[in-house]
């Protein structure tokens, strides 16, 4: 039998038949977002950062010193690659991580318990306030951590990983309910 994976989403297979509706615990799967990795040029850090802040048209997710994840839901990856590139012109490497990449958004009531059994941060809203990011470990796998709601979350994954995440979060949200699909 012959496949064709280009355009086919890690989860499709754990996500293929009839929806149920979602419960008050939700991971919804996002299908068709653009991911990009914003790099700054040696010495622009700081004025790579204060451009990416100034706009509200894409998510911006801290990952490193200098270095950030960009999210939109609105362009395709070539249309976010240009937007960031006449954002911040040459002072930033810019890498297209659409494709390699599996967000998860979290919401629900019981959100910080779910992460809280495979994730080792402090998820209070006082010390992991709205708009904040990180870097943490998911039980054995790397995530970029976004608190995007006062009870929501995204996390953003390998894709050779998501099967994995997947299981795992369906299993640590198991009695409260969680329910999932992709995102619409």
């Given amino acids: 039998m012959i496949r064709d994976y280009y355009n086919r989403h890690a989860l499709d297979e754990k996500l293929r038949g009839a929806p149920r509706p979602p419960s008050a615990n939700h991971l919804a799967i996002g299908h068709r977002q653009a991911v990009a990795m914003a790099l700054a040029m040696a010495g622009e850090e700081e004025a790579v950062e204060k451009l ?71 998820l209070h809203p006082t010390a992991f306030a709205v708009g904040t990011s990180a870097n943490a470990f998911c039980g054995h796998i790397a995530v970029n951590l976004a608190r995007t709601g006062e009870d929501a979350f995204e996390l953003i994954a390998p894709r050779s990983f998501a099967e994995s995440l997947f299981d795992d979060l369906m299993t640590m949200g198991r009695e409260y309910d969680l329910t999932a699909a992709f995102a619409a």
Avoid: H, M
């Avoid at 937007?83 to 958004?105: H, K, M, P, T």
């Fill in 52 to 122: 990416l802040s100034s706009t509200t048209e894409f998510a911006v997710r801290f990952s490193a010193p200098g270095e950030w994840l960009v999210v939109s839901e609105n362009d395709t990856p070539e249309g976010l690659q240009r937007r960031l590139d006449a954002l911040c012109s040459a002072r930033v490497y810019i890498v297209d991580q659409s494709e390699a990449r599996v967000l998860f958004r979290l919401s629900g009531p019981s959100t910080r318990r779910i992460l809280a059994k495979g994730i080792g941060l402090d």
